[in-house]
């Protein structure tokens, strides 16, 4: 049985049940495929290799040793994984490189941010790894916005060049210390898998996509709520431009798939549109009133 | 011009960060636990020096020299790796790691006295950088100054007593050929008056918390002048460890 669902706006379909991401309807066409195979590395010199990835301009391969490979083109991906693998390891996994490769194979690229929205508009949420970005999201959902992503934000532009923001639709990765600050303990949430205790924690999400008007760029992992202010800083559009290359989704990747020039026009767009802020936690939910908890 | 310290580049981490697992692997270390992801570092951190833009790739590190459980070393090895390792008096380190952990002098003696002790690494969170093992205070220092690289040793006394001399020195171990004068204006640039002094002004976004100071006193002896004498003594005692392996010429210190 064959399902259809939505993940960072496109429409992919699944031989597999994938609860982390939400349905797509019955007339939206999938434009990528997941499907099970045997998946065996090449050995091509003509292809560029990395520590866990071997890419060509028009396929990839990407693989976690011991958990799963995966051989991705822009249209399909094939899931060869072992038999002991943790499922929910393996779709998490799925959603990462493999997703990745295969968007920026189709000239579509994201942002390492979370994002959130008022529904006319979004913030997106950039910094270091495990720096805070789901959490300052979830808190700022707590306050009345939506989800639009977690870690990976794919923004495209419409005709009039307004950077458009695209729901994830995999809810947010929480730790049990988030979820508890944020008062999170009774929306309902899912194990990712049963060697951590990372969550899946299903919040209201934004639908569709929606204009991106602000990056903010988390500088220090910071504790909720903040005591004090951090300057706020706006960053050139040079300098925007810069960290865009440095945040964006697979960034290693894009030279060897022959995807250069579509991504700096993206980048290039995008800083011209957008530009980037140095923020804390305070910053991202100015406007929000108290830092009371509002019920959800 | 001196760098801004609160502009440090994206790409020029600390080495348990965990920014570059996820750039070059194509995942979040997040969805590993903490061993699956020490399995890995090694990987990553041979293709941030195979790629870094220029010959020489520094970073800092606070993990000890430990080894993976297929017996790998976690943080490389010559000819590819080398280490400068800045070695302080314990009671001085403990005083400043009380600061910095919100602790107590008592409960920071207690840490650096430890074999198993670890940070970044509570239960139910995560944190920008990889769970780092420190081990105690002697045998983080041991454990580097016995990796199978080259080690050049940096006394924290030498670099305010002797300045000069002691940058002069890592500055030969790193083959970088800078005259006297430009290794005092980086010296001048990096003091820590003037650290301090930025800090007053805008902050400084490491500071472990926001009413704490990072760049606190930057002495030397304070340790001998605030701790107990139960708590100097242990320290004494890692400390002649220490420096018995170091006149012992069973290090890789190449001087």
Redo the contacts between chains.
């Keep these: 049985m064959s399902h259809s669902y939505l993940y960072c706006g496109l429409v992919i379909e699944s031989d597999e049940s994938m609860p982390e991401l939400q349905h797509a309807t019955a007339d939206q066409r999938p434009q990528i495929a997941i499907s099970r195979g045997l998946v065996e590395i090449p050995r091509d010199q003509d292809l560029y290799a ?4 071997v890419i060509g301009q028009l396929e990839a391969f ?1 693989w ?1 040793k011991g958990v799963a490979c995966f051989h991705i083109r822009a249209d399909r991906i094939v899931v060869d994984s072992k038999s002991n693998s943790d499922p929910g ?1 393996v779709r ?2 799925l959603l ?2 493999p997703m ?2 295969a968007m920026i194979y189709r000239g579509e690229f994201c942002l ?1 941010a979370a994002a959130v929205s008022d529904g006319s508009r979004a913030i997106a949420i950039c910094g ?4 805070g970005k789901s959490t300052a999201a979830a808190f700022a959902v707590t306050r009345g916005q939506r989800l639009v992503s977690d ?1 990976l934000l794919r923004i495209t532009f419409s005709e009039n060049c307004t950077p458009l923001a695209w729901p994830q639709g995999n809810g947010a ?1 929480l ?4 979820i508890a600050l944020l008062g999170l303990d009774e929306v309902p949430s899912q194990c ?2 049963k ?4 969550r899946r924690v299903h919040l209201p999400c934004q639908s569709a996509p929606v204009p991106l008007e602000e990056m903010h760029l988390l ?3 910071s504790q909720i709520p ?3 202010p ?2 706020f800083q706006a960053r050139s559009a040079r300098q925007t431009f810069g ?1 865009i290359g ?2 964006t989704a ?4 894009v030279d060897q798939a022959r995807r250069t020039h579509e991504h700096f026009i993206w980048s290039h767009s995008l800083a011209s549109k957008c530009r980037m802020q140095e923020a804390s936690n305070e910053l991202i939910f100015r406007g929000h009133g108290s830092l009371r908890k509002r019920t959800m | 011009m001196p760098i801004d310290p609160n502009q440090i580049p994206l790409n020029n981490l600390i080495a348990s960060a965990r920014g570059p697992f996820q750039e070059i692997l194509g995942f979040p270390s997040s969805l590993l636990t903490d061993d699956e992801s020490a399995n890995l570092r090694p990987i990553v951190d041979e293709v941030v020096r195979r790629d870094w833009s220029s010959p020489l790739c520094i970073r800092k590190s606070h993990d000890a020299y430990t080894y993976l459980p297929d017996g790998s070393p976690l943080m490389g090895r010559g000819p590819n790796f080398a280490a400068i390792y800045i070695l302080r008096n314990p009671a001085d380190v403990a005083v400043s790691a009380a600061s910095h952990w919100d602790k107590t002098p008592s409960e920071a003696v207690e840490r650096l006295c430890r074999s198993d002790f670890k940070v970044n690494n509570k239960d139910g969170e995560i944190f920008v950088q990889f769970s780092e093992t420190l081990l105690s205070w002697a045998e983080h220092a041991i454990s580097w100054l016995k990796a199978p690289m080259d080690v050049h040793l940096m006394r924290y006394e030498s670099m305010h007593a002797e300045p000069l001399s002691t940058f002069r020195s890592a500055c030969e171990f790193l083959g970088l050929n800078h005259s006297d004068v430009q290794i005092e204006v980086a010296i001048e640039a990096s003091s820590f008056s003037r650290l301090q002094k930025v800090e007053r002004e805008v902050g400084f976004r490491e500071a472990a918390r926001p009413e704490s100071r990072f760049f606190r006193k930057g002495v030397t002896g304070e340790g001998a002048v605030t701790l107990a004498h139960e708590e100097l003594r242990k320290l004494w005692a890692l400390s002649d460890l220490v420096e018995q392996e170091i006149a012992s010429g069973s290090t890789q210190i190449r001087i």
């Design positions: 990395g520590p866990n990835w990407w976690l390891l998490a996994l990462e490189g990745i490769m390492r270091m790894a495990s720096g870690n990765l730790w049990p210390r988030s990712v898998r060697e951590l205790s990372l500088r220090r992992h903040l005591q004090l951090v300057p960290n440095l945040l697979g960034r290693l990747w």
